[in-house]
């Protein structure tokens, strides 16, 4: 991701913020099951005590919403990050319209698309990697083969010689004469 779009889950709560709290966005059950879920789902996030302090009924949603995102920030950005997931499943279409989320889709249509990027890369398809691989292979045993050295040529004769599986017998013949060729002129 490129920095300019990269933003930590607070500051991205700090930018949701007025939008989350504002009247009529989170109804009072929803704020409930996110507040339920931080607590059972991830005890770490919020304990018994701070749960029911968020849940209170004598204080207003708005209170207690500032109050929740207030604490989560101080937190760190893992809490964060953890209201946003209990959000997300929570209320789906209420995170595909925050601010914040806007404002991340918009940026990240400007950057290039990693999955398209991929695709372009790989459709070459499994026939262009094996000839890849024959080449990168033939070069391979072309060097080894051409080695001056007569002990080389021993080796490559025997690893030639075992390897009616991987190249076909002519072209293996082919090669076994190349070797005893250049051997003799030695």
């Known amino acids: 991701m ?22 009529g966005r989170l109804s009072e059950h929803l704020a409930d099951k996110i507040i339920l879920q931080l607590n059972r789902v991830y005890p770490q996030i919020l304990t018994n005590k701070e749960a029911e302090k968020f849940r209170n009924p004598k204080a207003s949603l708005h209170i207690r919403l500032s109050d929740l995102i ?17 959000l997300q499943i929570n209320a789906e279409q209420l995170y595909n319209d925050l601010p914040s989320r806007k ?11 990693t999955d398209k990027e ?10 262009f990697f094996l000839a890849c691989f024959s080449v990168a292979a033939g070069l391979a045993l ?21 390897s009616p599986i991987i190249i076909g017998r002519h072209v293996r013949n082919i090669c076994l004469v190349y ?4 051997s003799r002129k030695n």
């Open 142 to 162: 072309f060097m080894y083969c051409w080695n001056p050295d007569p002990k080389v040529i021993g080796g490559a004769k025997k690893i030639l010689g075992f």
């Open 118 to 127: 991929k695709h372009i890369l790989t459709d070459r398809g499994p026939m």
């Open 2 to 23: 490129p920095y300019w779009t990269y933003q930590s889950y607070c500051d991205r709560l700090r930018q949701d913020m007025y939008f989350l709290t504002s009247n």
């Open 179 to 182: 070797i005893e060729d250049t």
């Open 70 to 86: 207030s604490h989560l920030q101080k937190k760190g950005d893992k809490h964060c990050q953890e209201f946003y997931r209990a």
């Open 103 to 113: 404002i991340l889709k918009t940026s990240a249509s400007t950057a290039i698309d």
